[in-house]
């Protein structure tokens, strides 16, 4: 199978830097994402989606870009993006191949969270002392051995969804921690160096509390880790996103991706931090808006040159695509500009409404998109199809479902945090 409609060079960026007033570190890096999806990942992207294998090559090529630290703050080897500048370049990754964006969303959040975020966080002396001892480690693995980290916390229960405690749990022994449970869905199993497990620290005497949740690094070597369970989903298939156990697994002080308790600040104070799915799936509607374009101008190259932009159905259509994709980039801009620690009631009804808008959007995009262009435009040797399936999978990332984000939309909308009716 090949895929030649993405290989051309020369896409426009996805976010005008003059219109939308881009930093210069941003060009920098949207432009380096954007050079690399074009010119190598698009002509990959069947391969990883055709076998559901990970993309290692891509992953190589980003290690070598420095892209695998690109959140890492500077005076640690990394490029110190900010949370924007990441998801600008992660959207322009999305737009040639989603399973690289998603899973390098999954690597990403592990310096991210531990990076900008934390640096916002209130810890103690004691806390802050441990996790400017701790992080480099982390760090230097990735900048200097191009170490590829993946961020597991589901478990098919409420945990995911941010309404119980993980059933994953840390035993405290000495010199490092006991780790034992269950991750469904993990992104990069088998292919990941240090799974990000989010787990409960267990507490004499104490009930297991959200507070607990602990951040660790667990290497995927460590005696006690197995993968099971096979991987042939609709969409994303490259994720390769299957079950980890964790048996006994002893892990050292080090593997702290944070310290105790600070992962539960950080959830609550930073609630930007789960819209990062969000940025694969704005370049997948950028994709199939391009590609309805090209397609309907006779341009798509391994296509005959034959026009169809006369009808106009056809140019209502596009016109449709265009404005939902303007509204949706608009709104996404929005979001992720003003991503920040404590954020307002405003801020995070919007985040949870790009969330929303950006998953639905893509989805919808890739749906008219085959409509518009036809039966020829659904071919497996054409990108189109592989982007419908790809952006079916975002309304039902956890913990910000579209479901989800529409449910704490209208509650939040309508009280006051600790209000009731009686
Ligand atoms: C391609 C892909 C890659 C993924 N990669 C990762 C990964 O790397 N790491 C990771 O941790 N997870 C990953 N996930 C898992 C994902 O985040 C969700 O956990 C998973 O899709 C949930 O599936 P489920 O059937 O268990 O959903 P369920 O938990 O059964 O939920 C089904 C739906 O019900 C709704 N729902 C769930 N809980 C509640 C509730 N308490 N109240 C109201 N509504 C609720 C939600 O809308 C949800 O979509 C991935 C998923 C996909 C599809």
Redesign the pocket.
């Known amino acids: 199978m090949s895929e030649t409609a993405t290989t051309s060079t020369g896409d426009a960026a996805l976010f005008d830097p003059t219109a939308f007033r881009l930093t210069d570190h941003e060009v920098e890096l949207t432009t380096l994402a954007r050079t690399l999806g074009q010119e190598k990942f698009a002509g990959r992207a069947s391969k990883w989606d055709r076998d559901a294998v990970f993309p290692t090559e891509n992953y190589d090529d980003m290690h070598a870009a420095g892209l695998l630290g690109i959140t890492i703050p500077k005076q640690y080897g990394g490029a110190g993006a900010s949370f924007r500048a990441y998801c600008l370049s992660a959207a322009e990754i999305g737009r040639y191949c989603g399973t690289t964006a998603?899973t390098w969303n999954?690597h990403v959040c592990s310096s991210l969270w531990t990076g900008l975020l934390a640096d916002d966080l209130e810890m103690s002396d004691a806390q802050r002392e441990q996790h400017e001892r701790r992080r480099p480690i982390h760090y230097e693995r990735i900048v200097k051995e191009g170490a590829i980290y993946?961020?597991?916390?589901?478990e098919?229960s409420?945990a995911?969804?941010g309404?119980q405690p993980f059933s994953t749990q840390a035993r405290k022994v000495d010199g490092g921690y006991v780790v034992n449970g269950r991750?469904?869905?993990?992104?990069l199993a088998g292919h990941a160096d240090y799974y990000g497990v989010l787990c409960t620290l267990q507490r004499e005497g104490h009930e297991p509390s959200m507070r607990d949740t602990h951040y660790l690094a667990v290497p995927s070597n460590a005696k006690g880790v197995t993968v099971v369970g096979d991987w042939d989903?609709l969409?994303?298939r490259g994720?390769v996103?299957r079950t980890l156990l964790f048996d006994d697994v002893f892990v050292e002080d080090d593997a702290e991706l944070m310290p105790q308790g600070v992962y539960f600040l950080a959830a609550s104070s930073w609630p930007h931090m789960f819209m990062t799915l969000s940025p694969t799936y704005m370049g997948i509607a950028q994709a199939a808006y391009d590609f309805t374009v090209s397609y309907l101008r006779g341009e798509v190259p391994g296509t005959a040159p034959v026009k169809r932009r006369m009808y106009p159905t056809k140019q209502i259509a596009v016109a449709e695509m265009r404005i939902k994709l303007e509204m949706a980039k608009a709104l996404w801009f929005q979001a992720v500009s003003e991503a920040c620690y404590k954020p307002t009631k405003e801020q995070v009804l919007r985040a949870y409404a790009t969330n929303h808008t950006v998953m639905e959007t893509a989805n919808d995009l890739c749906r008219l998109a085959i409509r518009t262009c036809g039966g020829q435009s659904m071919l497996c040797a054409l990108p189109l199809e592989r982007l419908y399936r790809d952006s079916r999978?975002g309304a039902?990332?956890?913990p910000w479902?579209a479901?989800?984000c529409l449910?704490r939309i209208g509650r939040e909308a309508l009280y006051e945090p600790g209000e009731k009716d009686d």
């Open positions: 998603l999954m993946s961020q597991p916390f589901s098919g409420a995911a969804a309404f991750k469904i869905f993990a992104s989903p969409g994303m994720t996103s999978c039902l990332m956890l479902t479901e989800l449910d």
